[in-house]
């Protein structure tokens, strides 16, 4: 069955950086747009960043410049290197795969889903 693992989220302090990984087994990964989305205690899931199977990415404005979304397809693995956090930045971060549908930014048009990985940034 497809499995998505989520790794490297932890405790850091605003300013710093940290990259997240997200192993994917069960798919056929290349064929596959990876996103990241977070969600923050007390508020919906929001989309961060996702990259296409032909590498395009797209960012929500409040991590652009900030947050680079990449994919190794001989690893099967998309990452998530978020620099200069932010404490607003903390959340629960899941990885998705998505084969159909345009709207990147949807949840909905992801198939399958990470368990998460907690980003906590300090003030």
């Known amino acids: 069955q497809v499995q998505l693992v989520e790794s490297g989220g932890g405790l850091v302090q605003a300013g710093d950086s940290l990259r997240l990984s997200c192993a994917a087994s069960?798919?056929?990964?290349?064929?596959?747009?990876m996103g990241w989305f977070r969600q923050a205690p007390g508020k919906e899931r929001e989309f961060v960043a996702t990259?296409?199977?032909?590498?395009?990415?797209y960012y929500a404005d409040l991590v652009k410049g900030r947050f680079t979304i990449s994919r190794d397809n001989a690893k099967n693995t998309v990452y998530l290197q978020m620099n200069s956090l932010k404490p607003e930045d903390t959340a629960v971060y899941s990885c998705a795969a998505g084969y159909t549908g345009s709207d990147y930014r949807s949840q909905h048009t992801y198939n399958y889903w990470g368990q998460g990985t907690q980003v906590t940034v300090s003030s």
């Open positions: 990259i296409t199977w032909s590498h395009g990415t």
């Open positions: 069960g798919l056929t990964f290349s064929s596959y747009r």
